[in-house]
């Protein structure tokens, strides 16, 4: 790609109107107005519904920094942090200087390198008389401009890889963000029911403690009593360790300061009156993942690199400009003629390049084809633990919720007909409790697992559910 201006030799019609034509095509080189970041939002906005925001400049972080401080001022819907996450996630931002960085590297490969100017200069005297050696040539390289168009192309493809990797950052960040969101809130949830339970469990054991002093209870009962309340505690604690993971880690994907700073509504969504039903589902995913396409993109880049190795396996280096050389005394004059610069293949004939582009293409070819297979897998996956997850949250809502209900209200029409004794209505309490805090984990496990589905859609997801909560035996016991 280099080329050379001489101004003490006039180099043949073809050099100069190559010459020229080369500076043509490096000039053309420039950076683009948005670098390259309008596809990154055209896909934020067409996957994920949302705006996407690359700050680098101190305005434009104080833009971002304001509409993120607006958002937090109230109660946090799962779009709201999805929003601040994209808007304020510092290691996003980090990762759309890939775009800068792979931009430049595309610039910088059509244009053309410096021409090298070399010069030797010797002289001796002789009978009083000094004489010169000068030596003067300005040469560029023709090989690298006769190689520019395919070290662009392989450019541009590595640069359109970067967007689709910079995209699919984007909605990794936003899927987790729901995942962790979903859990924050039924972790909150989560011990708000503990607590519940540590209630009727400490009003059950200091009953029992007060009815075995008057000898109205056996020993065992109240051990058995004290052992709830002891579960209890050793739950709410865990609970409530959960609880403040969740929310740290829901801040640090919002890039929030402090846990304290976010607002979460008191409960979990509804669940939806149906699920969705899907068709084609693998198909889908292998024609819209944005990771299947960035494998594609650099499976052909790395095809047309093969190309040019195969191109550049005798020859890397051709350089060829105008010199001039003066002998004798100064004033002699100069002859001009030029000079030819390249690597002979004699020890070197380019066969271990040509077979490691090969390898590492088809190293990428295998790599692209397991790809293929995962999505596929994944995209099952993801859909069936959506299906079963909704299936479950369900049944808990309509058949172990109300059942539990219905037990205790019948048991406490027992209670009032002096049937069964305040052990077994506190029993029933406690059971009833935990039911509806399974039903509400099982809840955020469907949301969760909806998320996971959304994104077999767009990349790999995590397919991982958020721990439960340990819940301690404060079910109900024998009658």
């Not at 000068?134 to 560029?140: G, P, R």
Request: aromatic share 8%; hydrophobic share 45%.
């Amino acid at each position: 790609m280099t080329k050379a201006l001489s101004r003490t030799v006039q180099p043949g019609a073809r050099l100069i109107i190559l010459a020229f034509a080369s500076l043509s095509l490096g000039g053309c080189a420039s950076f683009s107005f948005d670098g390259g970041f309008g596809s990154v939002d055209r896909t934020a906005r067409e996957r994920l519904g949302k705006e996407v925001k690359w700050a680098r400049t101190d305005g434009e972080r104080a833009i971002l920094k304001a509409r993120v401080e607006e958002l937090l001022t109230k109660p946090l819907g799962v779009e709201d942090a999805v929003q601040i996450a994209l808007f304020n996630n510092r290691g996003l931002q980090a990762a759309f200087f890939e775009l800068g960085i792979s931009e430049a590297d595309l610039v910088q490969a059509g244009r053309l390198p410096n021409p090298h100017f070399s010069m030797l200069r010797a002289s001796r005297s002789e009978n009083g008389i000094r004489e010169y050696k000068i030596e003067q040539a300005l040469t560029f390289n023709i090989f690298a401009l006769i190689t520019m168009p395919l070290a662009v192309e392989v450019e541009k493809r590595n640069f359109e890889q970067t967007q689709r990797l910079a995209a699919m950052e984007a909605a990794s960040l936003a899927m987790e963000t729901r995942k962790v969101y979903f859990n924050a809130i039924a972790a909150e949830e989560a011990v708000r029911y503990m607590r519940k339970v540590k209630q009727a469990a400490d009003a059950g054991a200091e009953l029992a403690r007060q009815m075995a002093i008057v000898g109205n209870v056996s020993k065992l009962r109240q051990v058995r009593e004290q052992g709830f309340y002891a579960d209890s505690i050793l739950n709410l604690a865990r609970a409530e360790q959960a609880n403040i993971a969740a929310r740290e880690r829901l801040a640090r994907l919002l890039g929030v300061a402090t846990a304290t700073a976010i607002q979460l509504p008191e409960r979990l969504p509804d669940l939806p009156k149906s699920a969705d039903e899907l068709h084609a589902i693998e198909q889908t995913a292998l024609d819209s993942r944005l990771d299947l396409q960035a494998i594609r993109l650099e499976t052909e880049a790395l095809a047309k690199n093969l190309g040019l190795t195969r191109t550049t396996r005798f020859i890397n280096v051709l350089e060829v400009g105008p010199a001039r050389v003066m002998e004798g005394q100064k004033g002699s004059g100069y002859k001009k003629g030029y000079e030819i610069s390249f690597e002979l293949p004699i020890f070197d004939w380019g066969g271990a390049k040509v077979a490691k582009a090969e390898s590492i293409y088809m190293q990428a070819v295998e790599r692209a084809a397991e790809a293929a297979v995962n999505a596929r897998s994944e995209v099952r996956e993801a859909y069936n633990f959506y299906r079963t997850t909704y299936d479950i949250a369900r049944h808990y809502r309509d058949e172990i919720v109300p059942l539990n209900k219905r037990i205790a209200d019948e048991n406490l029409l027992r209670y009032n007909g002096m049937l069964i004794g305040v052990f077994e209505l506190l029993a029933d309490a406690r059971a009833q409790i935990a039911s509806v805090n399974n039903y509400i984990e099982s809840l955020r496990d469907f949301w969760i697992a909806q998320s996971d589905l959304q994104m077999a859609f767009i990349g790999k997801p995590s397919l991982a559910v958020g721990a439960r909560a340990a819940i301690a035996a404060t079910g109900r016991p024998d009658h």
